[in-house]
């Protein structure tokens, strides 16, 4: 009966202590977790090159890579290889036609 006495009082002096310590912090127990290293930096001022992508280093969590920074990065990713997928139709676009034209102008030659 006594040990039961004592855990009961243990159990009590913990409880206390818990919300002691709760109480102390400043917002209770909901702490914002802190980044524990910088992430990676891209270049906003102008498009990526290779050397920006291989300095790359994805920052890895507690339980794995950090999502946020893993689809920024792949947003990114994505926004720049469909600006330069425009830009290579485009480029294109004109060499096309010439080659069309070109072609065309050669049969009427060639019929002449």
């Known amino acids: 009966m006594l040990l039961i006495g004592y855990l009961l009082l243990a159990l009590v ?5 818990f919300y002691g310590v709760v109480a102390l912090l400043p917002n ?3 702490l914002t977790p802190q980044r524990d290293n910088p992430p990676f ?3 906003a001022d102008r498009r990526m090159v290779r050397e ?9 969590g507690l339980r794995g890579y950090r999502f946020a920074e893993t689809d920024d990065l792949i947003d990114r990713l994505a926004a720049e290889i469909v600006v330069r997928d425009e830009e290579i139709a485009r480029l294109r676009s004109p060499l096309q036609n010439t080659g069309e034209g070109s072609g065309q102008a050669a049969e009427s030659h060639r019929d002449v």
């Open 41 to 43: 930096e891209l270049p």
């Open 13 to 17: 002096v913990a409880a206390l202590l």
């Open 52 to 60: 920006d992508l291989e300095r790359v280093r994805i920052p890895i």
């Open 28 to 30: 209770g127990l909901s």
